[in-house]
């Protein structure tokens, strides 16, 4: 059972991960929270299904049109809900987020009802279960883990090696500063919450796929745990978003299987505290550098 | 005074039982368009009054508390969740209105006061009934329960482990999960673990559909699936497709019943929605009856309506006939139901 | 016309104006100075000709062509670039990393090579920290670097905010030989925001005097030196 | 003379970075010492192990004779050493008088009970925290700037500033981090009469880190200089002055006025 | 609102002897018990804002889970009573002294942690409360919730009525009032601010940031639990699902929509924010989605809050010591 328990857990974790990619994203260039990342998950779910089953698209389509949608979504939550307070207080861009997720869950309950939605049938991918020595493992699982370090080192790659993620990094410091280099900030930021919306976007289709499930409030629980996920790695960091998810995703897992079901949020929590108090910057987060 | 008698009605519009809620109000809303069109009680049409107590106590508190002083409100139906009821039946029961609660099932609800009445029975009526089926009629000696971990669903596990105890069966497993989860593959892995020959569900139609899929996954194809009428819901086969043929349940209400009120109900519904109702619309249509009926004989007069309600014995409604015991709770027998080719039919086995 | 060319401009804070209509020039090839007191409005007047605030009035002309409304970026595509008052280096990237943003808009990778040498060899200091993070540098390897930094995108117009603050003598005076020397060899237009006035009146053709948001004098800094006024509010002798 | 401060081969590296290497300074009472050296020399950073923000590497640090090697910086404020920053670090959020209320030590052992329910007890104790603050203010002509948020105040102002907070710590010894940085002439001639109001009048000691050599070596006693972390010289000013090694690690040749 | 703020501000007194005024007679005015219901609510907010402003926006330390000390002093009041029949005022008593404990408990790892890396470790703490409450069966009764809570007695006499609930509420959140404003004027107040805005310089004239935090995280925790209390016995029921994240969430919108670091501003924030979706009910199914949206517009168009902190003020502190200011900045 401890096997395939671990499966579970690193499938869960791939997803926590891919939607902590964005809120790391987010967070590292703009120094904000935002809330409003699992809802955007959510209805980057809906769209890839709407795709799928009203535009009847093939997933292989719908994927990145979805994902294009989500991203133009973001750019403009990011536009309308956070620009114009910028400047101000980062609280008050945390509580716009919220208003915004709030807006957002809303909005697809009047759009897509309050019900739950299925993918199968839909997306045109069937579930194929392998099994090695009693540890069954699905197609999808097999995805969702794949793409999810795929995706990891490919922002990673942006990140560190072009001169986009330079960018990136010097707007994360300082927009002022990043502005008098000659660097676009407005666009970077736009760039930013657009990457982390697709992101979003193909872990809510990778979900719905493999759990067969969406909802207009699913994305609350999945965006509480991968902000915890993108905390737990080091928020800011890339790899640590991942590392974060998975072992999140590992830890509520074993400790839903082997202590008890009920805890299962409460573990994954305990040890975010836990690794905090002796990491305080996060597993693979580097500490502010405060040169007094 | 005014020409028209109003009715309060407080549901979860918004957060985790929106859902239900809507089907509800659904119910409610046919009950009364049904009574209208016949000319109102009286010559007096009834106007609902609905509010969105988002399945939050605190909610439910504030929405009691404005329902029970507009003195034009009679009687209210609602609310949902028994974390609700609670909640709110101190304040109904201070100001003297009655509510009617559509869907709340805990035991603590059975002495939540005089002007509190439900025409869903307790858990433990349900769950006693759904134990002995499984266990004396299907044989089954290993149950695994896996509950949505809200008042409801613990409370339920916990009468169906008392109803396996007095019957002498094992419970192999007891696994609890949060609403709204999508991932049940740490607990389908336990029960494939454990010898479990069936799943009680203690929780509502979505996870349940969830739960029929994902156990394939698991080998576990052939496990029996089981639950009470809060899955029955065209949700559940839609969501559940082919994964929920087999699902046996226990309920009040059928759309296949022959009962002329249920049909009636049934095709009506079909009509003004053009979908199929759940459990929670018959309900919702149900309590509104019964404070239709209590209205017609009582006049709108709050005390009037909860002194005739209590005498209520047998009242037709879509979910069976509604008789009051002395705590305000419905006394009526459940069906036995199984899901054929995507359909809740009636069976005896 | 002059290289850069301002028109009247003003500044508010809210509601409180930090210039109030200022109008001054650079002509090529020129080295100005503006010096004045504790927030009279210098590092307002740079951040307004870069765009980095915005402008309650007046125009900027550059090269002719009036800049007043592009965004930040674009200026600096123009070529205008700034070495902020504090440096501004960014802390959590390296030395290198610091320059290679400053070529952020270039192209031409054999140049920017070039220019890597040029700036190591006008600051060896940076050229032994390449990898170090410019936020454990001290001030004024940190000023070096932002000289160094601004140099990189091979400005035609440099904004220098304060250059000498926090330095050593000798690293002011190798400042400020550096920015003569780029104005000198490089044919650099540079202007100069400086509460040294001494130093700034040195590095300098013309220099401006700002207090409160305006601009109260302005002349030639050599005879500006020799003037009484001047040398006992300015320089303090 | 009394020996305030003592330092015995005070070591700081960073990584591979020695930012102080065996440094030994004195300072004896009444003396205005200063610290000078090129950036990057380290005096900063001495600064911070003096003032307990760093723990050094290795060696000591005596304050009248009292060993204060490893002491968090709060504990020091209560030994009597207080500073100011390189880079500016008031609360900002806070106004001119509340950055100076919230040193004394009277009001910042305030308790809680005491601050909720205090009578006539506390408000006298208060009126003479408040009386002793506006004096700090009026010595440093911030009288007129009492209530302005200290964000809001000129960059020297808020320097000046940053000293009276220094001050309202009821600290004897100071290290003032190039408290002149920013200011103009005409400024740095009042920072000079206040560090003399402090010295002279006050009788309180200041340690001072500053690149204005007009103003370093007008002010100071005593000079050290720090160069790669080590010290290179100290001495009078006059003698700093004429120091080969010093002219050529950090005052340079000076620019020929005609030039 | 400028301008109101500035009316106010200028006519403070009879503003305040107004405002006395109208809450002092309200129930004798407003005898519709749903209106009072939402002035009582309305009391609870404003002091579960206040104790979250003073840990946040004067210690600066964001905390996203103050629900779950509302929570804990819910539920320790609702057993006191329940399982131990002691009186409300001693439960009141017991509230305030465990949650204290766990404000206590939550302001370690305050210590070494940092902005959003403290905020999602509350966040966490939070959740784990309620999930103690959910699961914990044998003390909580889970999800089921604690019903019958009695309502409070003094020699012998319950006060039941919505009436009587009201003007509890009023005297708490009058009494909470007070102590923050005495208390954010004060030496200790003062020195909780300049935690917030600089650590390091905090330290260098001799306060220790640690102590100021740990008290923040107390008095705070300690507030919300006393309300927690009240709240059990007036709902006379507690169930898990009251303390969630959303509650959480909702407290710190309230006192970053009133104005970070304001009193004033905690209060208008508790009370808009309980008002406008009452307001927006005839709204029905578009409530939420209308609200989310007005949400963000609020925050652009007042970034600092309602009542922001203001530019120029004077301190208390001062007028205490019998300065001659008048004006203050609360
Ligand atoms: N972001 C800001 N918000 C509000 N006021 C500001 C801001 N920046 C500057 N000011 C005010 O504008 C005026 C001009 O400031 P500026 O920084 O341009 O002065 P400066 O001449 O560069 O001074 P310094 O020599 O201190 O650098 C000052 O009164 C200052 O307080
Ligand atoms: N926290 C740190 N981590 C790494 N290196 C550091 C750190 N603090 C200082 N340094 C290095 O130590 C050396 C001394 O720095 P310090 O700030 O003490 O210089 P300084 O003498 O004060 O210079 P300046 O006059 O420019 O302020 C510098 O080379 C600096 O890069
Ligand atoms: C959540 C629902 C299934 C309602 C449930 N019957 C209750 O008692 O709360
Ligand atoms: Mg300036
Ligand atoms: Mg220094």
Redesign the interface.
Known sequence: ?FF??LI??I??GGSYALIALGYTMVYGILKIVNFAHGDVFMIGSFLGLFCMQVLGMPYMVAFPVAAIATAVMGILIERVAYRPIRVADSLAVMISALGVSIFLE?LA?VLW??????F??ISGIT?T?YEFNKV?L?NIQIGVIVLSILLMIGLYFIVNKTKIGVAMRATSHSIKSAKLMGINTDRIISFTFGIGSALACIAGML?GIY???V?P??G??YGLKAFAAAVLGGIGSIPGAMLGGFVMGIVE?LG??YI???Y??AFAFAILIIVLIFRPAGILGKKEIDKV | KSDSIKIGVAIP????S??DG?AIKNGVKLATKLINDQGGINGKKIELV???DK????EA??VA??L???KDISAIVGHFN??CT??AA?IYNQ?GVVHVSPGSS?A?VS??GDYTFRVITTDAVQGSSLMNWAVKDLGYKNIAIVYE???????LAEVVSKAAGDLNTNIVAK????V????????L??IA?SNADVIIVGGLY?ET??IA??KN???LSKMQIMGVDAIYSD?LI??G?AAVNGVKLTGYFSEVSKDPVTQNFVSKYKEAYNNTPSTYAAYGYDATLVIIDSIKKAGIDRKAIRDHMATIKDLKGATGSNSFDENGDVIKQPLRLVIQDGKFTITEK | MALLEIKNLQVKYGVIPALKGISFSVEHGEVVAIIGANGAGKTTTLHAISSIVSKSGGNVFFQEQDITNNPAHEIVAMGISQVQEGRGVFSNLSVLENLQLGAYLRKDKAEIARDFTFIYELFPRLAERQKQLAGTLSGGEQQMLAIGRALMSRPKLLLLDEPSMGLSPLITENIFRTIKKLNKENKMTILLVEQNAQMALWASNRTYIMETGQIVYNGNSKAMKNDDFIRKSYLGQ | MDQILKTVNITMQFGGLTAVDNVNITQSDGEILSLIGPNGAGKTTLFNILTGVYKPTAGQIFYHGENITGLKPYQLVRKGISRTFQNIRLFNDMTTLENLLIANPDCKDEGVFESIFGGEKLKAKRRNVVAVCESILETLKLQDKIDELACNLPYGKQRLLEIGRALATGADFLLLDEPGAGMNSMEKDELAQVIHYITKDLKKHVLLIEHDMKFVMGISDRVVVLDHGIKIAEGVPAEIQNNQQVIEAYLGKGIPDDE | MDKVQQFILKNKKIVSLLGAVIVLVLPFIVT????L??CI?VCIYIILALSLNLVTGYAGQLVLGHAAFYGIGAYTGALLMLVFHVNFFIALVGSAVVTGIFGLFLGIPALRLRGDYLAIVTLGFGEIVRLVF??W?AVTR????L?SIPAPEIVGFTLNGRTAFYYMALILTVFTVFFMVKLINSGVGMAMQTVKNDEIAAEAIGIQPRKYKLLAFVISSVFAGIIGCF?ASY???V?P??FVYNTSMTILTMVVLGGLGSIVGSILGATILTILP?ML?FL??Y??LIFGALMVFMMIYKPEGFWGASKRRKNIYKINAGGTDHGSDT
């Not at chain 1, 009802?113 to 299925?118: I, K, N, P, S």
């Not at chain 2, 971990?149 to 409370?155: F, H, L, S, V």
């Not at chain 2, 709204?180 to 607990?187: A, K």
């Not at chain 5, 519709?32 to 209106?35: D, K, P, Q």
């Open positions: 059972m395939q328990q579970n857990g499938t869960v809303n309950m009802g309050t019900g739950t939605h299925a199968s049938g579930i279960t069954i699905s979900v759990y067969d499930a909802y409030l699913i609350y629980s897992t839903a299987s008890s079901t009920g299962r949020d | 519009l918004t957060g985790a929106a859902q809507e609905v509010e969105d399945g939050d106590p605190s508190a504030t508390n404005k029970a002083q507009d028994s974390s609670l909640a101190p100001v805990a603590a002495k939540a971990n809200t008042d409801y669903g613990a409370g696994e609890a999960y949060e709204g989860s999508t991932d049940f593959s740490t607990v892995t336990k673990n979505n559909a969830l899929k994902q996954n698991y080998g949700a839609k969501l497709g | 519709n018990s749903y209106y219901h939402i609510t959910v699961n069966k889970g999800p089921a919730g019903p709240y709902l006379s029921y169930s699902t009251a009452e009910r029905s199914d409530r939420m």
